[in-house]
């Protein structure tokens, strides 16, 4: 116990201070100079990310590996169904197998056990949320695998490296789901402690509003599966153009988006307004290609509307009391909305106002003078050429 004792100390002075891709090689190499036996070591972590399912970290011979696994597979991929893992998933329990025998049903300990080594031993972490993977498993080259009091110091070395691995956790899918529900800058600020309601800031940005032609029509008379993918199709096709060229979407608001390209970072004015552009561009192109494809398949094509302008807006907290929204708001935001309107009136896919045209210095078509619904004057727009 003396070493654990040991570990125990070792952990207090390094865990707060390191990231786990440094806290987790040391800890493993800190168990070797402590005299256990532990020829490799693996940490199977879930988080909460639209597209990654977890990590897998393994040490070996003072080497470290690292591997994500896809979500949309993750948990009916034969590595998994047929590991370890999933039984530790199901049991919560130590899962532990000596390889002196062959074990071709889990092709994980097959293969450690053809590079020597002699025995297996996988803990659950006892993580306060138990509904996602969490463990570490240990094997060594030792002859005779494990021995009894060796498996109990392992166990007591996994409930102490609990605590700092399930903060790392915690930390990453906060900002997991920060970036993936309110966007990257939107959630910095919110992790930083920015939380209080009416809290804002004024910052210049190019805005981007778009909306699909017809949405209402198409909800009536297309089954909602269809319905639900045509529109995931849309907003990813928004969203990677957005983040292509430096934008961040605020907000899906139905079958609209709301999107902005702030001067911020050494971005200027005219840098915002052609990022805003350039993205506007690619979006053309992206949609004409997705509607080549729905013709192909008999489907009708996606008709949309976009505005680009440029202003003042305020960022920040809106909302009830234990309810917010992080968005911009303010006069330049209502006449995006109001351009893109009018995009619609005059049968143009992309209007431009005069703030953000006057900035980009690339020659558009000016398409002359306009009233925008509740804007007292009437509004010089245009178009791409």
């Known amino acids: 116990m003396d070493r654990i004792d040991g570990l125990a100390r070792w952990l207090v002075a390094r865990a707060g201070r390191t990231s786990i891709e440094d806290l987790f090689p040391a800890f493993c190499q800190e168990l070797v100079r402590c005299g256990l036996p532990v020829w490799r070591v693996s940490l199977g972590l879930e988080v909460l990310h639209p597209e990654v399912s977890g990590w897998q970290h393994v040490w070996t011979n003072e080497e470290l590996a690292t591997r994500e696994s896809d979500r949309a597979t993750a948990a009916t991929s034969p590595s998994y169904l047929n590991s370890p893992t999933r039984i530790v998933d199901e049991t919560e329990r130590l899962f532990r197998r000596r390889l002196d025998r062959p074990c071709p049903e889990m092709p994980l300990l097959e293969d450690l056990r053809r590079v020597g080594a002699t025995d297996y031993a996988m803990y659950p972490f006892p993580f306060l949320d138990r509904t996602r993977t969490a463990v570490i498993a240990f094997a060594t080259r030792q002859e005779g695998g494990f021995r009894p009091s060796e ?6 070395a996994a409930d102490l490296l609990s605590p700092s691995i399930e903060r790392h956790v915690l930390h990453r899918i906060a900002v997991d789901l920060l970036d993936t529900y309110v966007g990257p800058r939107t959630g910095r600020r919110i992790i930083e402690g920015r939380v ?8 210049e940005a190019a805005i981007w509003f778009t909306d699909l032609r017809g949405f209402t029509r198409l909800s009536e008379t297309v089954p909602i599966r269809d319905v639900l ?23 899906f608001i139905g079958d609209a988006v709301l999107a902005i390209f702030p001067t911020s970072s050494g971005r200027t004015r005219t840098a915002a307004c052609r990022d805003a552009l350039a993205a506007a561009q690619a979006f053309c192109r992206r949609m ?9 398949d008999g489907d009708g094509p996606l008709a949309f509307g976009l505005a680009l302008h440029f202003g003042k807006v305020a960022y920040g907290n809106v909302g009830a009391r234990r309810r917010l929204d992080f968005t911009v708001i303010g006069p330049a935001v209502n006449r995006a909305s109001r351009l893109q309107d009018l995009a619609k009136t005059l049968g143009r896919r992309v209007l431009v106002s005069r703030a953000c045209a006057r900035e980009v210095g690339i020659p558009l078509v000016d398409l002359g003078r306009h009233h925008l619904r509740d804007v007292e004057h009437p509004q010089r727009v245009f178009t791409l050429p």
Do not use: M, P, S, Y
Request: glycine content about 8%; proline content about 0%.
């Open 151 to 156: 498996l109990d110091e392992l166990q007591l």
């Open 196 to 203: 209080d309601r009416g809290e804002a800031e004024l910052i």
């Open 229 to 251: 993918k045509t529109l995931n199709a849309w907003f990813e096709i928004v969203g990677d153009v957005v983040d292509a060229h430096g934008g961040e979407i605020l907000k």
């Open 288 to 296: 004409d290609a997705e509607n080549d494809a729905r013709a192909r």
